[in-house]
Structure formats: structure tokens, C-alpha cells
């Protein structure tokens, strides 16, 4: 993207935060970023729709880069799994800009993490993850994970639980080692003499 790209995206998020989505324009936007109208509608065609579709993009590609440095030279499938979940969990908590959208715009900033947006989250997490957890497990069966471990964070987010905290690693390594990699790992039998 190109530095005038990324300010109309800052400037996008900036007059989200201040108006809400909803109640946004095009000349907001374009204000805020300090371009013409005309310019940014050659950088985004289509308007408000593309600009807020190029937002969450960035977001989630700036999220799961993030992501990806957390847990790079990790050589232990329980502790990259423990390290993703407790690093997704305390960022979503962390996100300003997160918690002002779900506190004044609850219906759009909750499509945009489940039904609408949750199939691009997954994508962009089995994109960016897979290849990781594939060290340990087959192409499948990494992407089932990556799947559900995406699915996880977003629920115990939006649905705190007073068992699960995945924001705290003693509580997300219990909850993995116990719930989640027996899915996946083949158990050995034991021998009894």
C-alpha cells in the first residue's frame, strides 16, 4: 500500500471511532486524510464499502503478522498453540479501536468477527499459521486446528467464560493440553504389565 493508502485507512478508523460506521462519509474520510474526494475514490473504488473492506484487511494482516513474530522459533506445538491463543485473547482485549466499535456499533463490529467476518479471519489464519502447525501435524489436520483455534479465541472473547480465560497462559495451557491437542495427537497406548 502506498503511504497516502494507509492514511486514508487511518483516517477511516479515526472517524469510526469518532461517528460510528454507520454515520461515516466518504468526505469525512477524505477530510480526515487531508486528499480530495476524487483521489480517494481512484485509490478505492467503490467508496465507503471498499475503504471499510481495506481497513479490515490491513487489520487482520497487521494482526496475524504480529502474531506470526510472537511465536516464530517456537519449537513445541503445545507452546506455539499456548503462545497463539493467550496472544490473540490479550490483543483483541487490548484494541482500543475494537472496543469502541463493539460499545457503538454492537451489530456491525459483531458481523465483522463472526458471521461475515469470521470465514476471512480463518482464511487469513490457516494462511498464515497452517505452514507453522504443519511441523507437527499433516496439512489437514493443521488446518482444522488453526480453524478451530480461531473459532476459540473469538468465542471466549466475545463470551468470557469464568472457567476458560485464554488472556491467562496457566489457564490456556490447561485448557489446551486437556481439550484440544488429544484431538489432534495421536494417543499411545499404555502398557500395562
Not at 497516502?4 to 454515520?23: H, M, N, S, Y
Not at 457503538?104 to 463472526?114: A, F, R, V, Y
Amino acid at each position: 500500500m502506498t503511504p497516502t493508502e494507509l492514511r486514508v485507512l487511518d483516517a477511516t478508523k479515526a472517524c469510526c471511532e469518532r461517528w460510528g460506521i454507520a454515520k461515516v462519509t466518504v468526505d469525512d474520510i477524505a477530510a480526515e486524510a487531508g486528499v480530495s474526494r476524487a483521489t480517494l475514490y481512484r485509490m478505492f473504488p467503490g467508496g465507503k464499502d471498499v475503504i471499510f473492506e481495506a481497513l479490515r484487511v490491513k487489520e487482520l494482516e497487521d494482526f496475524f503478522t504480529e502474531l506470526r513474530e510472537h511465536i516464530d522459533g517456537v519449537d513445541e506445538l503445545e507452546e506455539m498453540l499456548v503462545r497463539t491463543v493467550v496472544y490473540a485473547t490479550r490483543s483483541l482485549r487490548a484494541d482500543d479501536h475494537l472496543a469502541i466499535m463493539l460499545a457503538s456499533e454492537p451489530g456491525d463490529t459483531l458481523s465483522n468477527l463472526t458471521v461475515q467476518g469470521l470465514p476471512r479471519i480463518i482464511r487469513m489464519a490457516t494462511l498464515l499459521l497452517s505452514g507453522k502447525v504443519e511441523a507437527y501435524l499433516d496439512r489437514a489436520s493443521a488446518q482444522r486446528l488453526v480453524d478451530l483455534l480461531a473459532r476459540l479465541v473469538i468465542s471466549y472473547f466475545l463470551a468470557p467464560s469464568d472457567h476458560v480465560d485464554l488472556g491467562d497462559e496457566a489457564s490456556a495451557r490447561a485448557f489446551i493440553t486437556t481439550h484440544v491437542l488429544p484431538t489432534f495427537l495421536p494417543t499411545t497406548p499404555s502398557t500395562t504389565s
